[in-house]
C-alpha cells in the first residue's frame, strides 16, 4: 500500500504551527509537502516571478497529494490559501483544518 501524501497550506506567517502539523502528520506515516520557505514569519521578499515560480511549485504539490492540510490559526485563510483550497477541492483531493472551518465561515 502507497504511503498517503499530504500537503500542508496556510499563511506563511505561521511557520511553527506549520512545522508542528509536518511533525504531527510524519509521526502518523504521513509523507509530507509543504513550503520551503516561511515568508511572512522570516521577512523575506520574492521579487513577482519568483513569488509566481514557487506558487506554481505549490500547486504541484497539491496535484500530487491525496489531501491537504490547513493551518488556519484562528481561522484565518488568506487569499492564496483560498486559491489552494478551491485547486484541491476541483480535483477531489480532501481537505482538513487545524481549526474548524465552514462555508459560513466565508470559504
Known sequence: MRTKVVTVVG???FEKETREVIAL???LSYAVFSVGSFMHAEGLKF???????LDRLHQEKIRGSDRIFV??????IGESTRAEIALARSLNIEVDY???WSIEDGE
Open 25 to 27: 502528520l510524519e509521526r
Open 11 to 13: 499563511s506563511t506567517k
Open 98 to 100: 487545524l481549526e474548524p
Open 71 to 76: 493551518v488556519n490559526v484562528g481561522g484565518y
Open 47 to 53: 521579487d513577482d516571478e519568483t513569488k509566481e515560480r
